[in-house]
């Protein structure tokens, strides 16, 4: 892959695929495992959001951040980055909420990638 191409990415698992010494399986299973886990985020986002709780959004945010270094998720990252700042802001909640939903909307793309390099994978 040219360098060209990997900056447009918006996930790259091959790091993470040399990572599970090219077990196929493996790394399904922590596709799998990081797929649960965002959403494991977000509906915990969605809960501490409703509950006013801009501390534990953040930290809920921060624990996340690991599991998307892994694809090299740059665009969530950046959004992680964006709502623990917003979390020490006050008034945000409801820029908070619209990050929430543009963080889901973003990792749906994500995703999508993820599969088609799974699918290039299999090839």
């Known amino acids: 892959m040219s360098n060209t191409t990997e ?5 790259n698992i091959s790091k993470l ?3 599970c010494l090219n077990d196929r399986q493996h790394l399904e299973e ?4 990081l797929d649960e886990r965002v959403e494991e985020f977000l509906t915990t986002a969605r809960v501490y959001l409703k509950a006013k709780d ?3 959004l953040s930290r ?24 623990e700042h917003e979390c020490q802001q006050l008034d945000t909640l409801i820029v908070l909420e ?26």
């Not at 809920?60 to 709502?83: C, E, K, P, T, Y």
């Open 17 to 19: 695929f040399e990572y």
């Open 98 to 123: 619209r990050l929430l939903k543009d963080f889901e909307t973003e990792y749906k793309l994500v995703n999508a990638e993820i599969q088609q390099q799974l699918k290039s994978i299999y090839a």
């Open 54 to 56: 801009r501390y534990s």
């Open 60 to 83: 809920v945010s921060h624990r996340l951040r690991n599991s998307l270094l892994m694809i090299d998720a740059q665009s969530l990252l950046d959004f992680l980055d964006i709502i």
């Open 30 to 33: 922590l596709l799998q495992l």
């Open 7 to 11: 900056k447009n990415q918006l996930a």
